[in-house]
């Protein structure tokens, strides 16, 4: 590529400036790379969902990590652009292989948090360097614009998610029941391995997809223009071009001549020759006007200077408030470590698994206004709760299974579960109990419970008959 090829007015700009330039180059052709986009990188996240088809939590994850590969596909067409040439299809797909394959580990590992990513790309992918011949030049062209780096990474990265959560807002509404979260139990009990359906989550990896799509090629047009106006900057290309495009313009015949013609009657005698100035002076006079001034970055790097003891020269007093100091810091040393024993055996139940612990409150008698004393309960709580419902005492026959499920929980579980406890507050107290399938057959029974007692709602035949043959308890409470 000729510099004088160029299609990019240059000239020094101000780093946003550049950003508009930079989105500007992707508008012209934004057709083009997003066509370049789906054949080139939309494969690869395809691979991506197959391989993570049983866990699709971490497609997310996995797409936002391996974006320094997407990156190259719009980097590669917009340099080539910039000069007039707009690669097509079979040129980019040839080009696919060493554009993802060149300096692949590093953009992937140690270069990937990067914060200049967009910035630095171009350096890695365009000027063929390698090693540490590119961690030089990329903190050559940092010292320049690489503050404009950082604030374009974090700009991009705010503008991607804003755009994500709206997208799935705003299409939260097309998703089938099925494919919704149940916000209650996720919210109340933290459940999320049974709030948050697959369904979700594939719908929240294509949003990601899409937004990635839409934004991506613009984070990298706008870092590749902030290259460009670096080095701008940093080399003069708007200098050496106007000289390049100078020089050609004087290379016709006619100048030509007239040059040949004056070169001719500047070999002639001069009468002002001898009144001369001696050309060593001149030299200097001129090297020393202001245009010629030789600007240097200088940096300056402190090191602390320590002082050995015998060097310093401390009064008498000092050391006696040194010992105090240390006297004081023995002392709150010790007054913490106290402090955590005293704290430790006071709450020592926060730290004991199952119901091993003999410390837990005192179990209440009454919950809600129900008594859950095990002499209040049947010998038998499920032929019991069976043949109400059987009768159509729809309400005692869940009332029974959820008394005897909490006079169980409170007594042999040591659930700390107090008088003024709601049932929401019951069922927060269970699942942190950390046994899954009571909590899983409480949590069901709750539900049932709640529509039965305030709204007035039976649960099902099939609803029903699950939480009778599946109780988890053993009969009337209690101690076993």
Known sequence: MRLEDITVALRPRQPWESVDLGCAMVRRDYGSIIGLWACTV????????????SSPEWIPLVVWWLKPLYDRVPLFFLSRAAFGVRPGF?????????????????????????????????????????????????????????????????????????????????????????????????MSAFDVENAVPAGFLWWGAACHMVVVSLIEPFYVGAGFALYLNCRTRIEGWDVELAFRRMAARLTSAATALVIAVLTLFG???????????????????????????????????????????????????????????????????????VWLVIYLVNNSHLFTSRGASKTAVKAPKVLMGMNITRESL????????????????????????????????????????IDSDTEEDCLV????????????????????????????????????GRLLDQWPFIEKGGEA
């Not at 090297?287 to 015998?310: A, G, S, Y």
């Not at 869940?398 to 909490?406: E, H, I, K, Q, T």
């Not at 109990?433 to 049932?448: C, M, N, P, S, W």
């Open 42 to 53: 939309v494969p690869l996240w395809i691979v991506v969902c197959v391989v993570l088809r």
């Open 90 to 186: 079979i040129e980019t797909w040839k080009e696919w292989p060493r554009l993802w394959l060149s300096n692949c580990l590093p953009a992937l590992l140690w270069r990937r948090l990067s914060f200049i990513r967009s910035f630095a790309l171009p350096a890695q992918m365009l000027e063929g360097l390698r090693g540490s011949a590119v961690n030089r030049r990329i903190k050559t062209l940092a010292m320049d614009g690489g503050g404009s780096g950082v604030s374009l990474s974090y700009a991009f990265s705010k503008i991607e998610l804003v755009v994500w959560i709206g997208l799935m807002l705003g299409t939260y509404g097309m998703l089938p029941e099925s494919a919704q979260p149940d916000w209650d139990g996720l």
């Open 267 to 337: 070999l002639q005698p001069s009468a002002f020759a001898a009144e001369g100035k001696d050309p060593d002076k001149v030299v200097k006079e001129v090297l020393e006007r202001p245009e010629f001034e030789i600007h240097k970055i200088q940096t300056k790097e402190w090191v602390p200077e320590f002082k050995t003891p015998d060097n310093i020269d401390s009064p008498p007093h000092l050391s006696a408030f040194g010992a105090i100091g240390e006297l004081l810091f023995w002392v709150l040393i010790i007054g913490l470590v």
């Open 378 to 417: 049947p010998d038998d709580i499920v032929a019991a709760a069976r043949a109400a419902w059987a009768a159509g005492d729809f309400k005692e026959a869940l009332s029974l299974l959820y008394r005897g499920s909490l006079s169980w929980l409170v007594n042999r579980r040591r659930v700390p579960i």
């Open 429 to 464: 107290h269970v699942m942190q109990a950390g046994e899954k399938i009571e909590a899983d057959y409480f949590r069901l029974l709750t539900g049932a419970w709640v529509q039965v007692a305030y709204a007035s709602l039976p649960a099902s035949n099939d609803e029903m």
